[in-house]
């Protein structure tokens, strides 16, 4: 039996020798590996309606963990209830039903809001 954990926050990205504030969720697996079923992973978020999908995403080297960016206005469109669906191509892997949008995403800690860094937000996302 697989089981499926997601963690959600707020995180610093970098890209291009530049680091930037993101929203990251992270899908961690017991008793399966993630790849190598697919290279084409993504997380989407949906609330029934209106349905989001990462921008960038990394599966760790022993497959068992995968990281998935959002831009950090990526939710704002979404309803407070919110399914978290992780796909291989088109394919549901796994579904977390139900979520409070509104306390999935946790804050970043004090020390990384004191860096100031700019926010990867859907505008900065269109340009890469």
Same mark, same amino acid.
């Given at each position: ?15 291009? #020798?530049?680091?930037?504030? *993101?929203?990251?969720?992270?899908v961690t697996? %017991?008793? /399966?590996?993630i790849?190598?079923?697919? !290279? ?14 990462n ?10 963990k ?10 704002? #469109?979404?309803?407070s209830? *919110? ?6 191509? %088109?394919? /549901? ?5 139900? !979520? ?9 800690p004090?020390?990384?809001?004191a ?14």
């Amino acid at each position: 039996m697989s089981t499926y954990t997601l963690n959600a926050g707020e995180s610093v990205w970098g890209y291009n #020798g530049n680091k930037y504030n *993101v929203i990251e969720l992270m899908v961690t697996t %017991e008793g /399966v590996k993630i790849l190598p079923k697919s !290279l084409d992973w993504i997380i989407e978020v949906d609330d029934g309606s209106n349905k989001v999908r990462n921008f960038q995403s990394v599966c760790t080297p022993n497959g068992r963990k995968f990281h998935a960016r959002f831009a950090t206005d990526a939710f704002a #469109g979404l309803g407070s209830t *919110v399914d978290v669906h992780l796909l291989s191509g %088109e394919e /549901v892997v796994h579904t977390f039903s139900g !979520l409070n949008l509104g306390t999935l995403v946790q804050p970043a800690p004090a020390w990384i809001t004191a860096l100031g860094l700019p926010d990867a937000d859907n505008a900065w996302v269109a340009t890469i």
